[in-house]
T-cell receptor, first 112, second 112 residues
Framework: GENVGLHLPTLSVQEGDNSIINCAYS??????FIWYKQESGKGPQFIID?????DKRQGQRVTVLLNKTVKHLSLQIAATQPGDSAVYFC???????????FGTGTRLQVFP | DTGVSQDPRHKITKRGQNVTFRCDPI?????LYWYRQTLGQGPEFLTY????????KSRLLSDRFSAERPKGSFSTLEIQRTEQGDSAMYLC??????????FGSGTRLTVV
């Protein structure tokens, strides 16, 4: 299948630990940000999103933090599980367009 | 209708041949997007439809590429005179608005 994640930065964590994945976005006019999870051979899967009028949003086991001052986005995964192993991408949109601009992915490896 | 469907999942073609991919979006979604993803990279925007109207095209979409969405439902992406550099995963996504994307599993194209 598709070898997503080849040559990408890799974060290795032990099962049960918390994971933090970081992303720098490019356009200060972007107003909507999304984190996607992509497993090999599959399309990106929505995890969580945040609008620029917020700096934090929580989901089930996941939290997204947005720092507009330095154009930085992070994804925190609590109690990381083996099923969380995948490549994670941040994406931005806005600035009068619906298209998504994806950042460089990070491969998350979870060890038992 | 549980998601975005793409056909075929895999396509191997000889250089110079034409190929056509199909995307069936979630039925109530009026926006449809095509992206291309190469190994180790995030998806890159190609083009976007709102209903049957093609509203935005990337400069990545050369004149060998054409996309249609004739009845505002399914969409096709055709590549003429394929080149080895066209080898990639072609992803389709749909959304009901300018957020809430759902991606399909993609069509993996290999040009030999």
């Amino acid at each position: 299948g598709e070898n997503v994640g080849l040559h990408l930065p890799t974060l290795s964590v032990q099962e049960g630990d918390n994971s933090i994945i970081n992303c720098a976005y490019s356009n200060s006019a972007s107003d909507y940000f999304i984190w996607y999870k992509q497993e090999s051979g599959k399309g990106p899967q929505f995890i969580i999103d945040i609008r620029s009028n917020m700096d934090k949003r929580q989901g089930q086991r996941v939290t997204v933090l947005l720092n507009k001052t330095v154009k930085h986005l992070s994804l925190q995964i609590a109690a990381t599980q083996p099923g969380d192993s995948a490549v994670y991408f941040c994406a931005e949109s806005g600035d009068n367009t619906d298209k998504l601009i994806f950042g460089t992915g990070t491969r998350l490896q979870v060890f038992p | 209708d549980t998601g975005v469907s793409q056909d075929p999942r895999h396509k191997i073609t000889k250089r110079g041949q034409n190929v056509t991919f199909r995307c069936d979006p979630i039925s109530e979604h009026n926006r449809l997007y095509w992206y291309r993803q190469t190994l180790g990279q995030g998806p890159e925007f190609l083009t976007y439809f709102q209903n049957e109207a093609q509203l935005e095209k990337s400069r990545l979409l050369s004149d060998r590429f054409s996309a249609e969405r004739p009845k505002g439902s399914f969409s096709t992406l055709e590549i003429q005179r394929t080149e080895q550099g066209d080898s990639a995963m072609y992803l389709c996504a749909s959304s009901p608005a300018a957020y809430g994307y759902t991606f399909g599993s993609g069509t993996r194209l290999t040009v030999v």
